[in-house]
Every structure is written in C-alpha cells, then in structure tokens.
C-alpha cells in the first residue's frame, strides 16, 4: 500500500491547522459517507462553481473532460447519483478487503475488479465504476474535514488532463452510487523494523453504477439556513460566513448556506402521486438526506412538515406546520429538490 499511501498523503500541518479552526460534530463512517456523497453530487449540479470553488484551471478540466468537456456548459448541470445500498456493500467489502490484506487497487490479489464484485453482488449494470482515495495523518483529523480534502484530491485528480483517471464524478452515464468510508490503522512498510509505524487512515471506496432497470429518484437536503440567508433554492447569492478561500467545500455549498453543521431532521416529509392517489412519507438519512424511487411521468407533490413532539402516541411526534410544498412532474432522471428552513 506505500506507494498508494505517498500520494494522498496531506501534509500533517495543513491537517492540523484545519482541524482545530473547524468545530468537530464527531462524524461517525456513515455520515462521511453520506456527506461525500452530497458534496459529489454537488459538484455534478454546478460544475463550473465547483472548478471555480476549488481554483481548478477552466480549459485544463475541459482537456480532461474530452469529449465530454461540454457538460462545464450545461446550465443545471449533470442528474445527481441516487443512494445505492447494494453499491454501499460492495463498496464496504472492498475496503474492508483491502484493510485486511494490506493492498490499494481497484482488483482484488485474484484478479476480481469492481465490475466482478459489483455483478457479484446481485446489482445488475450497464455500467460500472470506481474511485478510491485514502488519507493519512498521525494525530486526530475531524472526519468534515478529511471528507473534505478526500473529495478535493477525487475531484482534482479526475480533472487533471495528464493523469487520465477515469471521469466518474462528471460521468453523464451513471446515476446511482454507494460510498464506504472507514477509519483504520495503517502499517507503513521500512527497510528497518526499528522504523516501522502504525498511523490512522481515512480509507474510501465509491462504486458507481447505471442499472439496466431504469430507475428514478427525487432526493435532497433538508438544513437550517441562517438570518438572511437565501431562502429560494438556487439563487446564487455569496454567503459572507464563508470567506475563508482555503475553505472549498463551503465556498461550493455556500448559495445555499448548506453546511454539515445546518442538516436538520427535525422535519415529516411527504410525497403525493396525483397518478397513484398514494401518499407516502420519506425517511430521512444522515445529515438531514432523503431519497424515494418514483415512476416517470409522475404528477407528484412533496410536502415538508415541522415535526412536533408527542408522548402519547407511538412514533413520539405529529405532524405539524406545513412549511413548504413543492408540485412538479417526474421526468425520467433523477432531481434533486431541498428544503432551507428558517
């Protein structure tokens, strides 16, 4: 794994800096994991602000973009990647695989690659994809920011036209995707046992996939955003708190206030299908995230209601103040829709 290792490798004092200026929330896996997955989508809804957030050269993305270097154009950018637990798994067993036995590659010591253990798993592709990126340090690294700093290294690694890494954030192909995100120990390697250590490691493997069943998903955010704030859902007005130009992510969230610290759960969200006559509330996952498959061309209406506390029934809560409703038609790509609430 050294050779590996080297590479994504941060230098210890711009770790430290980092962590001790950004207040810890005590990340565990899952919410790494989850936040990877909205800062990727992110960058697939605003490409041009995501190259621009993170200083990246215009006409080098586009040289490492080819033929498809036209998707810097599009003015909504590219269908965010729908949650895939059976794409978590196979990322999870990958990592876990490599922890293990002490190896960093997309094939596994026999030769299986990700294509073999995602066909393996059950989940039946059209296409399949990878990306891996590990972080190491010796003293505490809080999981927001080496999210972070992984996501920049994926990002600035696919969009570096001499490395030639496959383009599997900015990929108009892909449309679901399963995050593994794990904190280990790490052996490194020397000539001399005297020399040998063991250092802490943030290990991350993201599957991507496009299933040959067509599938369709609406998913969000639902976060808390700030007295004034932008309250609509996508203007781009800059957001003052972040004037740090070191700090990327909250320069690429910052048109909505979205930040880790903001992801509220404190919400009943509700879909309507006009077409079905069904209505069918979403759970929420980490961070305040929700997704549901829906049929195409679908009238639908999604509804988010404040959540009140109730001991006398089962579930502890009611339903309470409409705060926001939202009608639209499902089309046949997956949309993103988020909720800021005052």
């Excluded at 700093?149 to 036209?161: K, Q, T």
């Excluded at 995100?181 to 790490?186: A, H, K, P, Y």
């Excluded at 390697?189 to 991507?208: C, G, H, W």
């Excluded at 809560?317 to 997956?334: F, S, T």
């Amino acid at each position: 794994m050294k050779n590996k290792i080297t590479k994504y490798v941060v230098a210890i004092q711009i770790l430290m800096s980092s962590c001790f200026a950004f207040e810890s929330m005590a990340f565990n896996d899952l919410e790494a994991g989850a936040y990877l997955w909205k800062l990727i989508n992110e960058a697939r809804l605003r490409p041009v602000k995501t190259i621009e957030a993170y200083g990246i050269d215009y006409e080098s993305a586009k040289r490492a973009l080819g033929d498809d270097s036209w998707i810097l154009e599009l003015e909504n950018g590219l269908p965010p990647l729908a949650w895939n637990a059976t794409l978590v798994e196979t990322s999870s067993e990958h990592n876990i695989d490599m922890i293990n036995r002490q190896y960093y590659s997309y094939n596994s010591p026999e030769g299986l690659s990700f294509n073999d253990r995602i066909v393996n798993s059950g989940y039946n592709p059209l296409l399949t994809g990878e990306s891996l990126s590990i972080l190491s340090f010796y003293l505490y690294v809080d999981p927001i920011k080496a999210v972070e700093g992984i996501f920049e290294n994926m990002l600035r690694d696919e969009l570096n036209p001499d490395l030639g890494y496959p383009k599997n954030i900015f990929s108009k192909n892909f449309t679901e995707i399963g995050i593994s995100f794990v904190s280990t120990l790490l052996s490194i390697e020397s000539d001399s046992p005297q020399k040998q250590s063991t250092i802490n490691a943030y290990l991350v493997t993201a599957d991507f996939g496009k299933p040959i069943e067509t599938r369709v998903y609406i998913m969000g955010n639902i976060y808390n955003i700030g007295e004034n704030q932008p309250t609509e859902l996508n203007p781009l007005i800059p957001n003052q708190e972040f004037d740090n130009k070191n700090n990327y992510a909250a320069q690429l969230l910052s048109y909505k206030s979205w930040s880790p610290q903001k992801a509220n759960d404190n919400f009943i969200l509700l879909i309507n299908n006009f077409i079905e006559g069904s209505r069918v509330e979403v759970s929420h996952g980490n961070l305040g995230a929700y997704q549901i498959q829906i049929p195409t061309n679908t009238f639908y209406s999604i509804e988010l209601y404040r959540k009140i506390p109730d001991n006398n029934i089962p579930h502890g809560w009611v339903q309470g103040e409409l705060l926001k409703r939202i009608i639209n038609i499902g089309l046949n790509v997956n949309k993103m829709v988020d909720f800021g609430i005052n």
